[in-house]
């Protein structure tokens, strides 16, 4: 309590927050009971990291809606930490992951596709002048990178050194707000091919080398009761 309010201590706003994933999981497994066999209605929850390999499960998505137009897909968008996390409290039913991931816990899928690793910078950054982008030639950089890659051992084993000796200059877990910060010149961003839109822009990506690719999973809890909505878009993802 203050001279003029009161706010929540910490232990408030996880107690706080917790009721929030509460009442979202009562409600998510109220909707799981509506559906018939004969109409699948309901929610399904997906967590994703930013991939382009999204459009294999759209694309599953679409199908699913062709048929069964009451069903409804509720995105969630965060790294492998986060998504993960909403995944193992029954926030969401499937996790979509990328790269280098542990998923003992999880039943999966490895989708077909896979993302390209590289920096995205200015096109008058001194690295816009290679074809690609070398261990040797990060020193004294400023890089933005996700905290995610900043931990991963595959980057780790590409850079042949620890990454705290590079010039981190922030961290960030989705990539739109670094490509701001690349454009007002502030350094250059790891990251995967595609998610920024470099066409008719003042900026560039170029590819590691040695060339590195992030494998997609498609993950959920094992032993997973599903909703027969969510037990009709896996099958459609797997037959994809």
Known sequence: R???????TEDGMFLYRRAQEIVDLADKTEGAFKATDEVITGD?????????????????????????????????????????????????????????????????VKLPDSDVWGFVMRKDCPLAEKPAVKP??????????????????????????????????????????????????MGCALAI???????????TFRPLEPAMRADLFFAWKKYQVFSKAAEKFLKLLQNI
């Open 2 to 8: 203050g001279k003029r309010k009161t706010t929540l």
């Open 44 to 108: 399904i929850y997906i967590g994703c990291g930013e991939t382009q390999g999204i459009r294999t499960v759209i694309e599953a998505m679409k199908k699913l809606r062709d048929r069964h137009p009451d069903v409804r897909f509720h995105l969630y968008s965060g790294n492998d930490e986060d998504v993960s996390e909403r995944l193992d409290n029954g926030l969401v039913d499937f996790g979509l992951f990328v790269g280098n991931t542990d998923l003992e816990k999880y039943d999966y």
């Open 136 to 185: 040797a030639d990060l020193a004294d950089i400023p890089i933005l990178c996700s905290r995610q890659a900043l931990h991963s051992n595959e980057l780790s084993g590409w850079l042949g050194y620890d990454f705290s000796k590079l010039n981190i200059l922030s961290t960030h877990n989705l990539v739109y707000n670094a490509a701001l910060m690349v454009k007002a010149g």
């Open 193 to 203: 091919d595609n998610l920024i839109n470099t066409e008719g822009t003042e900026l």
